[in-house]
């Protein structure tokens, strides 16, 4: 039965009726009930996507979930329910009066004696829950209109030990390869894919930036990449090309950050002002903006252009939901912003043009 039972009830106890469903999953995930093998990393998906979908819910999973790990003798169920934990942080937060119950249970959990817990390592997760759990309740569940992906929830799972450079903080993903690239003033990533994408012969191929490369090679490099892997054997420029759209748009905050975005869209036609606002975007924001700003205008020669059929208004098409990322949920909204997301863009390629571009 559910811990807990809400005020409203939907259609006759239609409420608790999916209060107590994903408790059953979740027992699934966590080995406690019989499972076939081949169904644990869906069930994973089926608990996140509903907490995603249902606000309702989540305070019960969560409850469900500390529940389960408290004085879990089996190591397996135990690191399961951990998992689980960082997982669902990573695309929603419990209700703000439950937030300060559930930091209080992870906080119990970041004892050094928890370290190796029944050769869990209890605590690795729990500092990483608390992490996610401070920021999760900042910036509310994950934004937009798409649910959860089946990879979205596996780099979640993994994320306390293998931490990815894709669907992280930009901050994050400069720890991430400080020790490889100390010296470096942005993302490694994007150095490489942007030239990358130019070696391939970007500037002589039609619908560049436009065309997506096929998925499962796309999907290959990204992997690669991750492990910092230069790959050398690709020639199709739409496969890296594709990548660098994606590694910005799964960025947890986007390139611009939400309390810019008004004075972005405001001022996307005034280029004094569309300046002004992405030369006061955070350093690290700005210099990578810039960087990539200089890249793209490497695309809008007429020469290129004309074998590309890629002018400046269809590489700010394609490029401004990348950078920009609308703070409402209400597709009309997002409609009616997506123009002058692209003229923002479109003003910055046209006019931009400081001298601190990162090498």
Same mark, same amino acid.
């Given at each position: %039965? ?76 135990? @690191? ?61 569940? %994950?934004?937009?209109? %798409? ?36 010296? @470096? ?35 290959? @490099? ?73 890249? @793209? ?63």
């Amino acid at each position: %039965k559910p811990l807990i039972y809400l005020n409203v009830i939907w259609g006759g106890g239609g409420v608790v009726e999916h209060l107590c469903i994903p408790f059953l999953v979740l027992q699934m995930y966590m080995g406690d009930k019989r499972a076939k093998k081949d169904v644990v990393k869906k069930l994973g998906l089926e608990i996140v996507t509903r907490g995603w979908v249902n606000p309702p819910l989540r305070d019960e999973i969560f409850i469900q979930l500390a529940r389960q790990t408290t004085g879990n003798t089996h190591p397996q169920s135990l @690191l399961h329910g951990w998992e689980l934990f960082s997982t669902c942080l990573g695309f929603f937060p419990p209700s703000p009066k439950f937030a300060m119950y559930l930091e209080g249970y992870i906080y119990r959990h970041l004892e050094p004696d928890r370290a190796n817990y029944k050769g869990v390592p209890v605590s690795v997760h729990a500092n990483h829950c608390y992490k996610r759990l401070e920021r999760m309740t900042q910036t509310g569940a %994950k934004k937009g209109l %798409k649910k959860p992906t089946a990879d979205e929830v596996e780099r979640a799972r993994r994320a306390p030990f293998n931490p990815s450079m894709f669907g992280n903080t930009l901050d994050d993903v400069m720890d991430i390869q400080q020790k490889r690239h100390p010296g @470096l003033e942005i993302p490694w990533i994007v150095t490489f894919l942007t030239k990358f994408v130019l070696q391939c012969g970007a500037q002589k191929t039609e619908g560049i930036f436009r065309v997506p490369g096929d998925i499962d090679e796309v999907n290959s @490099l990204k992997t690669k990449v991750d492990s910092f892997e230069e790959s050398k054997n690709l020639r199709d420029p739409h496969v890296p090309a594709s990548l660098l759209k994606l590694w910005f748009r799964e960025l947890y905050f986007p390139l611009v950050p939400d309390n810019y975005y008004d004075e972005c869209v405001y001022n996307c036609d005034h280029v004094a002002n569309a300046v002004s606002v992405a030369d006061s975007l955070p350093s690290l924001n700005r210099l990578l903006l810039l960087y990539t700003i200089r890249f @793209l205008q490497e695309f809008t020669r007429d020469d290129v252009v004309a074998v590309t059929k890629m002018d400046i208004s269809n590489l700010a098409m394609v490029w401004a939901p990348n950078f920009l990322r609308c703070p409402s949920s209400d597709p009309k909204e997002i409609y009616d912003y997506t123009r002058r997301e692209m003229t923002f863009l479109r003003t910055l390629m046209e006019n931009w043009n400081p001298t601190d571009v990162p090498e």
